[in-house]
C-alpha cells in the first residue's frame, strides 16, 4: 500500500470528532477573548510551525488589532504518533524582549512542547507570554502548564486534521478526526 493510499485508508477508518463548522466557530470565539485581553498590547502573534498554521491563519483574519507575526518551529513527533526529544528547528527571527508574545498551536497533548517555548521566552525577556491552542486533549494527565486560550477539547486519542497530521498526512482537513479504536 503507498502512502498516499494509506491517508486514504486512515481518513476513511476515522470518526469525525469537531465538524469544519463547529472549528470554525471556535476559533471565532477564542479570537473575541484574544482581542478583549489583547487588543490594546500590539501583541507579537508566533506560530508554532507546522501544525500551527491552520490555526494560526484562521485566527488572524479575526484580530481586528494591530500586531506582528512571526513563526518558530519546535517539535517533539517529526513523523511519529508518540512524543520524543524536543528538536528546535527555527526560532522567530522578530526579537521578543519587552513583547507581549502570544504562542499559537494545533494542540495541548502532554504540554511538554508548549512549556518549553514558554520557558524559552521568558528566558529571551518577554513581558508577558500567552498560549492559545486549537485543541486541548483531555488525557487525564497533569500538564506542565494551561493554555490561556482554548478553541476545543479532543478525547485522549490519535487526533488528526486542522494542523495535526497523521503520519505526515491530513494537516490540511478542516474538521478534527480521531483514528479508530482497535
Known sequence: MTDFQEARAILAGSEII????????AVTR??????EKLGESNPLV????SGGV??????LMQLRFPLDFDYMHVTRYGQETSGGALSWRASPRTPVE???????DDILDEGF?????????RELGVAACYTAVATDKLNG??????????ALTVPD????GYGMDVRGKWRNLPAIYAVKES
Open 18 to 25: 469537531h465538524s469544519a463548522e463547529t472549528v470554525s466557530a
Open 30 to 35: 477564542v479570537a473575541a477573548q484574544i482581542t
Open 46 to 49: 508566533l506560530c508554532v510551525m
Open 54 to 59: 491552520p490555526f494560526a491563519g484562521q485566527l
Open 98 to 104: 519587552g513583547r507581549t508574545v502570544l504562542i499559537v
Open 113 to 121: 512542547t508548549l512549556a518549553a517555548i514558554v520557558e524559552r521566552m
Open 141 to 150: 494527565k497533569t500538564k506542565p502548564l494551561k493554555a490561556d486560550f482554548v
Open 157 to 160: 486519542r490519535f487526533v488528526f
